[in-house]
């Protein structure tokens, strides 16, 4: 039987080969690809993470960028850092996403606001935001999905 430890480093070293395998490449084609890739990534964390996949014009993999860490319960997200993130990557469209390492996958009130933040903040520079997915452990919430983006 694997350990807590042993089954994060695998996960971890999973989401790494993955990375390296998937960017460029027409991985975010539907809704469900992007939750499994996010499940992927973010599903074994002990500490709450932001993330953004940044897409090209045609919604193909840039890169998936980890750009926040916080605690158990939170983590501080800037919106000034997330325009520069996907400037620097030429990005077209975003997808944000974090986990909530309590394993519940409802969005806080702050979760929407952020969002609406950081939506309006790219719409400045023509990025386009195309979801915000939540995971709590096998469960991906789409914002996109629950009608609130």
């Known amino acids: 039987m694997l350990t ?7 996960a971890r070293a999973a989401a790494i080969l993955e990375r390296n395998t998937l960017q460029g490449r027409d991985v975010m084609t539907s809704p469900q690809a992007v939750r499994d890739y996010l499940r992927t990534r973010l599903a074994c964390l002990p ?3 932001f993330a953004c ?3 090209d014009s045609q ?3 840039i890169a998936c960028e980890e750009l926040f860490r916080g605690t ?6 800037y919106p000034r850092e997330v325009v520069k993130a996907a400037l620097g990557c030429n990005a077209a469209a975003v997808i944000f996403a974090h986990n909530h390492p309590s ?3 409802e969005p806080s009130r702050a ?7 950081l939506k309006q903040a790219l719409a400045l520079v023509d990025i386009r935001t195309l979801d915000h ?6 469960q991906v919430l789409s914002f996109a999905e629950r009608g609130i983006l």
Do not use: K, P
Request: aromatic share 2%; charged share 15%; hydrophobic share 55%.
């Open 4 to 10: 807590v430890t042993e089954v994060r480093t695998l």
């Open 47 to 49: 500490h709450e993470v």
């Open 53 to 55: 996949l940044f897409l």
């Open 59 to 61: 919604n193909r993999l």
């Open 72 to 77: 158990l319960a939170q983590t501080s997200v």
């Open 103 to 105: 394993g519940v996958a």
């Open 111 to 117: 979760d929407e606001l952020l969002t609406t933040a």
């Open 133 to 138: 997915m939540i995971v709590a452990g096998s």
